[in-house]
């Protein structure tokens, strides 16, 4: 069976890990993970992403690889060393018949994507331009911005706040309703870059 899941990262710190993926850390300790953080599958067993210092930090850059351990934190296999941060991590668990209670051998699959936290990087721009009770138009129709205009265009709206991957805003219908809903980060994001308060992140 095949599990996925994914991590997502500061973008400050993918930048880093990939630039110590190919240059040496200096300011760091003989083996030293300089980056371990984890993700759950849905059948209880996690992968730990691990950036690794090498034996001569001073000199030579850093390795990266996935390590799968089960619930009881026995470790069921790892990937290959690495020389890139952002990426997919792949380990394949195989289970011997008598050995783990099962009568065939079954071969499952890990795989874990790294990526940018974009949502992340969204939500910041955002704060960054809106103040609570800040006003602001629907834009009309575009491609980027069509679940929120067909239902809202020209109307008028009031940032509220975002908070985990959400933006609440309150909306002023023509008939005078006054109308709280949620809004994505992404769809809200590209709502600011159609109005001009914010320059899209690369």
């Given at each position: 069976?095949?599990?996925?899941?994914?991590?997502?990262?500061?973008?400050?710190?993918?930048?880093?890990?990939?630039?110590?993926?190919?240059?040496?850390?200096?300011?760091?300790?003989?083996?030293?993970?300089?980056?371990?953080?984890?993700?759950?599958?849905?059948?209880?067993?996690?992968?730990?992403?691990?950036?690794?210092?090498?034996?001569?930090?001073?000199?030579?850059?850093?390795?990266?690889?996935?390590?799968?351990?089960?619930?009881?934190?026995?470790?069921?296999?790892?990937?290959?060393?690495?020389?890139?941060?952002?990426?997919?991590?792949?380990?394949?668990?195989?289970?011997?018949?008598?050995?783990?209670?099962?009568?065939?051998?079954?071969?499952?699959?890990?795989?874990?994507?790294?990526?940018?936290?974009h949502v992340q990087i969204r939500s910041n721009a955002i704060r960054a331009v809106m103040q609570k009770g800040d006003r602001f138009i629907f834009p009309k129709e575009?491609?980027?911005?069509?679940?929120?205009?067909?239902?809202?265009?020209?109307?008028?709206?009031?940032?509220?706040?975002?908070?985990?991957?959400?933006?609440?805003?309150?909306?002023?219908?023509?008939?005078?309703?006054?109308?709280?809903?949620?809004?994505?980060?992404?769809?809200?994001?590209?709502?600011?870059?159609?109005?001009?308060?914010?320059?899209?992140?690369?």
């Open positions: 069976m095949r599990y996925e899941a994914t991590l997502r990262v500061q973008k400050e710190t993918a930048e880093l890990m990939e630039k110590w993926c190919q240059e040496p850390p200096m300011d760091c300790g003989r083996g030293e993970p300089v980056f371990d953080e984890e993700v759950r599958f849905a059948n209880g067993n996690r992968m730990a992403i691990q950036v690794i210092a090498s034996e001569n930090p001073n000199e030579e850059s850093c390795w990266t690889q996935g390590v799968v351990f089960d619930k009881k934190g026995n470790e069921l296999g790892c990937t290959d060393v690495g020389e890139s941060f952002l990426g997919e991590y792949q380990v394949w668990d195989r289970y011997k018949p008598g050995v783990y209670e099962v009568e065939d051998e079954v071969e499952d699959e890990y795989v874990t994507h790294v990526v940018v936290d575009s491609s980027k911005n069509r679940a929120i205009s067909n239902t809202y265009e020209g109307l008028e709206g009031e940032y509220i706040r975002s908070h985990e991957g959400w933006v609440y805003v309150r909306i002023f219908t023509l008939d005078g309703k006054k109308l709280a809903r949620n809004l994505s980060v992404v769809r809200f994001y590209e709502m600011l870059v159609t109005l001009g308060k914010v320059q899209r992140e690369v």
